[in-house]
């Protein structure tokens, strides 16, 4: 049987001065195995978000263990915490975060230079996820020129080139047309089943 993805035992994380603390995590637990989908539904402020944060290694937890892909990173530094980020981590949030200078084919590539493809390798990846999104034609158009819709997609397309252990997705098609919601959500599901 093989690591699970994702393993967070009893995360804790509070936030403010003791005499008012807001305990938003008490003893979370949540295992994800390779393959599998899950949405995480609760209401505004139920800590959704900043258990999401704490799985991307984004925050530290006041208590409790996180591991990805067999790899403790409960306690590890912010060096650790990075390369982890790089290698088993992909993110897509609600709001795009693209590098505006670059590219969308540009912002697609970055990710896996960092992690060490060889740039034509990493440019064949970042061309066919582009296709897959249907924006093979604004490859070249840097995020200025693309439609919120499309920048939301070169921005999942990022999350998804380095072909992560994990990919963690807070409302990403929330600002998507139906049939692009469909689309993105089709080619998730995929990766994860890969």
Known sequence: MSEPALALSGITRGYGPPERRLEVLRGADLTLMPGEAVALVAPSGAGKSTLLQIAGLLDTPDGGSVRIAGQDLTGANDAARTRARATLLGFVYQFHHLLPEFSAEENVVLPQMAAGVAPEQAKARAQDLLAKVR?????????AELSGGEQQRVAICRALVT??????????????????KARILDLLFEQAAE
């Open 135 to 143: 924006l093979a034609e604004r490859a070249a158009h840097r995020p």
């Open 163 to 180: 072909q992560p252990k994990l990919i963690l997705s807070d409302e990403a098609t929330g600002n998507l047309d139906p049939d692009s």
